[in-house]
């Protein structure tokens, strides 16, 4: 409970602490669209860095976004945030991800309300700690424990992002690019993550995209950075199967491109969360790794966004194999 009455007015500003992962920042999306939706004529701000910035451009529910300086960057840079928030006069600041970096934010923001998670070492900047739970759920309702001061409640926990135009105009071309043919399935297909524990082998994907060919007749689009592009070339090789680089360079790219496909497969990485932002069906493959729960990053009751653990090595007969399969039949057939 707050140790005072936060009182939101009519011309406050707001400031959201997200800085890091596209995923991350994609999945508080929810809360800020509801905090808006409860105080439409507050000014809300967000703290985040360059590349997940991309996401939050074009949200309307957001005013104003502060770029944090990567790791490594030289000291100007921060000073000059540290000043922007020093003077910014914020009634409220809620910090998502409550790190040693992101509670010296909220303390030179200095907010009348500070809320963070309750850890130690931490605590200090923050006027409401929030205890942070046991209890496994998803993410995007997760950030909602942080609301609790403020009594704000979840309505729908389904992240989002606003393509605009010229992006949408870029994907269609793209396809036209490609050549990819209408009467078939096209698939987006995410295979890379930054972490190695959670990138499921190349000879893998391969396995599972002939399998779904000879369930569906596919094309794939393949997402994927550059860099990320010379790890993944095995599978843009396949033979019988056309899998074609998308080529995006920017966020609002991918998901214009993902809202072309009719499914997403993907490994566990920051492009899932953009299929289900786009309401394209996912199927999320987990590395069998004693990591986060799955369940906390796939949305609950959700027929279109199913998810399952896979061993390393598999083979035809395997119930992954079977699962995607099944997942392409039964969202195909609805």
């Keep these: 409970m707050p140790k005072h009455k936060i009182n939101i007015e009519a011309g406050d500003r707001v400031l959201f602490i997200a800085i890091r992962a ?49 790791s490594g960057s030289w000291i100007g840079a921060y000073r000059k945030l540290y000043y922007q928030l020093w003077k910014s006069n914020y009634k409220l600041s809620i910090d998502l991800i409550s790190t040693p970096g992101s509670a010296v934010l909220s303390f030179i923001a200095n907010a009348r309300t500070r809320i963070g998670y309750n850890i130690r070492g931490r ?8 205890k942070r739970q046991s209890i496994t759920k998803y993410s995007a309702i ?91 070339s095995g599978l843009e090789s396949i033979s019988d ?29 920051g492009l899932k969360h953009i299929g289900v932002a786009v309401n394209t069906p996912t199927f999320t493959i987990y590395t069998d790794y004693d990591g986060v729960a799955p369940s906390a990053w796939n949305p609950p009751d959700n027929n279109i966004h199913e998810y399952i653990i896979a061993d390393f090595n598999i083979d035809d007969n395997s119930p992954v194999i079977q699962n995607a399969c099944n997942f392409l039949r039964g969202v195909n057939d609805r």
């Design 22 to 70: 596209m995923g991350d920042t994609l999945l508080a999306t929810p809360l800020i669209r509801d905090f808006k939706a409860e105080y439409p004529e507050t000014s809300i701000e967000v703290i985040v860095q360059s590349l997940p910035a991309q996401i939050l451009e074009g949200n309307k529910n957001i005013s104003n976004l502060l770029i944090s300086p990567t």
């Design 123 to 130: 605590t200090w900047a923050y006027t409401d700690p929030v």
């Design 142 to 232: 997760t950030k909602y424990d942080l609301a609790v001061p403020i009594e704000l409640h979840c309505t729908s926990p389904i992240p989002e992002i606003f393509p605009e135009a010229q992006y949408k105009t870029w994907a269609i071309e793209r396809l036209s690019e490609l050549k990819i043919d209408s009467t078939k399935t096209l698939i987006g297909l995410c295979p890379w993550s930054k972490r190695e524990w959670r990138r499921w082998d190349i000879n893998n994907w391969t396995m599972l995209l002939t399998n779904l060919k000879q369930t569906v007749d596919t094309q794939v689009i393949l997402f994927a950075s550059a860099s990320e592009r010379i790890h993944l």
């Design 241 to 269: 199967i056309s899998v074609c680089w998308g080529g995006a360079t920017h966020i609002h790219q991918v998901a214009a491109l993902m809202s072309q496909c009719q499914f997403i497969f993907t490994a566990d990485n």
